[in-house]
C-alpha cells in the first residue's frame, strides 16, 4: 500500500496568514493526490483535485502543489471559518490512501 | 438537491451482521462509481471499498475482503454494503461518497476524486 505522510500533523496560525501542508507519498504518484477539508461533525469536502485543480466553488486562497511523491497545500489569508482537518488522498494504486491529517486552528 | 443520505447503522454484537444503505439523489446515479470510507471518531479516513456505474468489479480494502460486500442497485439509485462478521475495529462512522466523472471529446473518465459525501451512519461493534 502506499503511506501518505502529512505534516505537520496539527498548526496554529493568525487570521490573514499563510499556511502550509505538505504530504509525501511513499512511491510515486504522479499527479493523483487530492485534498479534502473536515469541519468538526461534518463530513469531507474535496478541495483541490489532481494535486494543482481547484474544486468548483472552492475559494481561491486555497491551492495545492506538486508531483511524483510531494505535494504542498496552502491557504493564504487564512479565515475563521477554515478552522479543520485537512487530508490528502492518493489514487494512484489501489487501494485509496489517505494522509493522516493536519488540523488547522486559530492562533 | 445533489446529495447521499446513509442508513442502517447501529450497535451489533462481534460476529454480527448490517446491511448499510446509501440513497442518491440530485444526480445520475449511474454515471459515477460510488464507495464507502469509514472513520473512526477522533481519526483518520480509510477507504473500505468501490464500485463501478454497472455494479461490476467490486474493489475492497484487505481489512474487510471477504466479509464486506458493495453493491448498488441503478433503478432505485441505491448502494449497500452488507457487512459480516463484524469485529470491535470496525466501529466507525461509515460514509458513502461518490467519485468524481469527467468529461473528454464526451467520454466519461471515471476517477477516484471523492467529490460527494453523504453525513455518515455509526457503525458501532459491541458486545
Known amino acids: 500500500d502506499i503511506q501518505m505522510t502529512q505534516s505537520p500533523s496539527s498548526l496554529s496560525a493568525s487570521v490573514g496568514d499563510r499556511v502550509i501542508i505538505t504530504c509525501q507519498a511513499s512511491q510515486g504518484i504522479d499527479i493523483y493526490l487530492n485534498w479534502y477539508q473536515q469541519k468538526p461533525g461534518k463530513a469531507p469536502k474535496l478541495l483541490i483535485y489532481d494535486a494543482s485543480n481547484l474544486q468548483t466553488g472552492v475559494p481561491s486562497r486555497f491551492s495545492g502543489r506538486g508531483s511524483g511523491t510531494d505535494f504542498t497545500f496552502s491557504i493564504t489569508n487564512l479565515q475563521p471559518e477554515d478552522i479543520a482537518t485537512y487530508y490528502c488522498q492518493q489514487y494512484d494504486t489501489l487501494p485509496l490512501t489517505f494522509g493522516g491529517g493536519t488540523k488547522v486552528e486559530i492562533k | 438537491e445533489v446529495q447521499l443520505v446513509e442508513s442502517g447503522g447501529g450497535l451489533i454484537q462481534p460476529g454480527g451482521s448490517l446491511r448499510l444503505s446509501c440513497a442518491a439523489s440530485?444526480?445520475?446515479?449511474?454515471?459515477?462509481?460510488l464507495n464507502w470510507v469509514r472513520q473512526v471518531p477522533g481519526e483518520g479516513l480509510v477507504w473500505v471499498a468501490r464500485?463501478?456505474?454497472?455494479?461490476?468489479?467490486?474493489i475492497y480494502a484487505d481489512s474487510v475482503k471477504g466479509r464486506f460486500t458493495i453493491s448498488r442497485d441503478n433503478a432505485k439509485n441505491t448502494v449497500s454494503l452488507q457487512m459480516n462478521s463484524l469485529r470491535a475495529e470496525d466501529t466507525a462512522l461509515y460514509y458513502c461518497?461518490?467519485?468524481?466523472?469527467?468529461?473528454?471529446?464526451?467520454?466519461?473518465?471515471?476517477?477516484?476524486?471523492?467529490?460527494?459525501w453523504g453525513q455518515g451512519t455509526l457503525v458501532t461493534v459491541s458486545s
Open positions: 440530485g444526480f445520475t446515479f449511474s454515471n459515477y462509481w
Open positions: 464500485i463501478n456505474t454497472d455494479g461490476s468489479g467490486p
Open positions: 461518497v461518490r467519485g468524481a466523472t469527467y468529461y473528454y471529446d464526451d467520454y466519461p473518465s471515471y476517477r477516484d476524486v471523492f467529490d460527494l
